[in-house]
């Protein structure tokens, strides 16, 4: 399979594109935009995620995952740069996979605490890429960009299930 950009951004505007791939003025005007994507991609799993199951995350994520393709590599062409900064709609979609599982945490630390290590987990491995995640990058257009970020949040997730089972040995 090969993967491609998505050909129907093409005909909206600019403005559009670009707005919906830097999450209007938080990708454009906001100092360190891809921690201000996740703050927002956090705030986006709180209110729609919070209490939903796996499946209903997983779904929800694909169908968005696409758009994010969509958005921003129609973006990265039209501001005629690789993995424009500016563009967080990547960061936005992934966030919520960071919380798989929630039932698991819920039962045995505050809310705040696994939202919070989420959080700063993710945008660790967003910034490094470790485990291959930079490789991800190379992917064609708009995949390069997201799959990068849907990783690093799967790489979250499998973290902080790693640190809840540690933390149940005690």
Sequence with gaps: ??????????????????ACA????????????????SLAGLLYYAIFFYRRE??????ATAVASYLAVAFCGEAELRLRKKDPGEVILDEF????L??????????MLPAW??????????????ITKPFGIRQLQA?????????????????????LHLGLWLWTLR
């Design 1 to 18: 399979m090969r993967l491609s950009q998505p050909r129907w951004p093409r005909v909206l505007s600019t403005r559009l594109v670009v």
């Design 22 to 37: 830097t999450l209007g003025p938080l990708g454009r005007r906001m100092p360190a935009p891809g921690t201000w994507g």
């Design 54 to 59: 796996v499946p209903g995350i997983l779904v």
């Design 93 to 96: 979609v992934a966030m919520p």
């Design 98 to 107: 960071c919380f798989l599982g929630w039932s698991a945490f819920a039962r």
């Design 113 to 126: 605490a696994v939202l919070l290590a989420g959080f700063a987990v993710f945008r660790l491995y967003d």
């Design 139 to 159: 992917l064609p257009g708009g995949w390069g960009v997201v799959v990068d970020d849907l990783a690093a949040a799967l790489a979250t997730c499998a973290t």
